[in-house]
């Protein structure tokens, strides 16, 4: 979904057994609501093909957020634990305070500056999908 200077993408490579994310821009609680709401969907939908499942968070250009905002993200990563996601991995840079926020709030969480570390991270122990 898109807005002006804001928006976020996702999809599911199913082969791997990865739930891609993509934000950026500022957001107000409302747009935050409509990606969690987005986010929860697809994971519905991999929850049913009973394989683990990992995340590609690419928060490269989201850029710092109130923390009414970061609440309703973090809760639906929070979800996403509780539903079976078995690893976050987040792109971005380690200085970013929402990456920080975030890996104190997710032990499953790593900090990844490159999309091709973070996806090896990922695949290191998840069988591939037939």
Same mark, same amino acid.
Request: glycine letters at 6%.
């Given at each position: 979904?898109? /807005?002006?200077?804001?928006?976020?993408?996702? =999809?599911?490579?199913?082969?791997?057994?990865?739930?891609?994310? %993509?934000?950026?821009?500022?957001?107000?609680?409302?747009?935050?609501?409509?990606?969690?709401?987005?986010?929860?969907?697809?994971?519905?939908?991999?929850?049913? =093909?009973? /394989?683990?499942?990992?995340?590609?968070?690419?928060? %490269?250009?989201?850029?710092?957020?109130?923390?009414?905002?970061?609440?309703?993200?973090?809760?639906?990563?929070?979800?996403?634990?509780? !539903?079976?996601? =078995?690893?976050?991995?987040?792109?971005?840079?380690?200085?970013? =305070?929402?990456?920080?926020?975030?890996?104190?709030?997710? +032990?499953?969480?790593?900090?990844?500056?490159?999309?091709?570390? !973070?996806?090896?991270?990922?695949?290191?122990? +998840?069988?591939?999908?037939?």
């Amino acid at each position: 979904m898109q /807005n002006i200077g804001k928006g976020f993408a996702i =999809s599911i490579e199913a082969k791997k057994n990865i739930l891609r994310t %993509r934000a950026w821009g500022q957001w107000d609680t409302n747009f935050a609501n409509t990606y969690r709401e987005a986010i929860l969907e697809k994971i519905q939908e991999i929850r049913a =093909s009973g /394989n683990r499942w990992n995340i590609l968070a690419d928060f %490269r250009d989201f850029f710092p957020q109130t923390p009414d905002v970061w609440n309703v993200v973090m809760q639906q990563f929070v979800m996403t634990k509780d !539903a079976g996601i =078995s690893n976050i991995v987040y792109l971005g840079n380690q200085e970013t =305070s929402i990456l920080r926020e975030g890996d104190r709030v997710l +032990t499953n969480g790593m900090i990844f500056e490159q999309e091709v570390e !973070a996806v090896a991270w990922l695949l290191q122990d +998840t069988p591939p999908t037939h």
